[in-house]
């Protein structure tokens, strides 16, 4: 079993920047594919990055390239999303989640943390 805890949401004027964490635990998640999701206000969730678990390969929704960064610390078994210019769209619960090597779904996922970016 994994177990995510996401931190790092709040509160942010557009343009500003924050940076999500996800701390795994249970277990080492360095052969697993971690992704950062989000869910807006009456939306269905949606993919918002994925870095691979050997760290060479990332993905991005075309609606946060160039300006959300997906990172990995193997050695502290956390993930961090770098939100930069930020707009009100990017409003949202943000969730982490992990799928393991060779896996075609995320089987763990954490409980959220709350962006809200006013306009």
């Known amino acids: 079993q994994v177990q995510l805890v996401e931190s790092g949401g709040g509160l942010v004027q557009a343009g500003g920047s924050l940076r999500l964490s996800c701390a795994a635990s249970g277990r080492t998640v360095s052969s697993y594919t971690m992704g950062w999701f989000r869910q807006a206000s009456g939306k269905e969730r949606e993919f918002v990055a994925a870095?691979?678990?050997?760290?060479?390969?990332?993905s991005y929704a075309d609606s946060v390239k160039g300006r959300f960064t997906i990172s990995r610390d193997d050695a502290k078994n956390t993930v961090y999303l770098q939100m930069n210019s930020l707009k009100p769209e990017d409003t949202a619960v943000y969730y982490c989640?992990?799928?393991?090597?060779?896996?075609?779904?995320?089987?763990?996922w954490g409980q959220g943390t709350q962006v809200t970016v006013p306009s």
């Open positions: 870095i691979s678990w050997s760290g060479g390969g990332t």
């Open positions: 989640a992990a799928r393991p090597k060779g896996g075609d779904k995320y089987d763990y």
